[in-house]
């Protein structure tokens, strides 16, 4: 399956989410943009998405990622921190945006990462993708000035540290 990469400017926004206006799709561009201009290591090529998910396939077993930036900071010696911005689908075709820093697993059984902090909003009546997008992005940049010490956000979660 194809997976596009690239900067906000090649994001094909409007194969990603036809159901968009065009003032949509230039609100989530402007937003993609903004929040990938700010993380200095995903501003050149920092963004993944899946042509083939922009339409709802039907009920999937998991998320079916369409548009995603995820940040990846080291935090010491074989530590790190993922910081995460993705719109995918929910069961029952509709847009979720999600915000989320996760931090890497130490467990005894490895997990890979723990989400330590997460945004999430369903669009549909209450907050549409463009708004949702927004508020997601802004909550992903304030994490990224707060500690970027992983331990820090571990200790939050009661979860092992190194």
């Known amino acids: 399956m194809y997976v596009g990469m690239g900067t906000a400017d090649e994001i094909p926004m409007s ?28 501003a050149a090529k920092g963004w993944d998405w899946w042509p083939a998910h922009g339409v709802f396939a039907g009920s999937q077993s998991e998320t079916w990622v369409i548009l995603i930036l995820c940040v990846v900071q080291s935090s010491g010696a074989g530590d790190w921190l993922e910081y995460q911005l993705q719109v995918g689908w929910t069961d029952l ?18 997990h890979g990462t723990h989400d330590v902090d997460a945004l999430r909003f369903v669009a549909g009546d209450e907050i549409s993708l463009p708004q949702a997008f927004e508020a997601c992005a802004e909550r992903k940049t304030g994490w990224v000035t ?17």
């Open 146 to 162: 707060e500690s970027r010490d992983a331990d820090f956000w571990r200790a939050r979660e009661d979860l092992p540290t190194r």
């Open 15 to 42: 194969a990603l989410f036809p159901q968009l206006s065009a003032a949509g799709v230039e609100s989530v561009r402007r937003v993609a943009r903004n929040v990938g201009g700010t993380q200095r290591v995903a």
């Open 93 to 110: 075709g509709q847009y979720e945006v999600t915000a989320s820093v996760n931090v890497g697993c130490w467990c005894e059984t490895d």
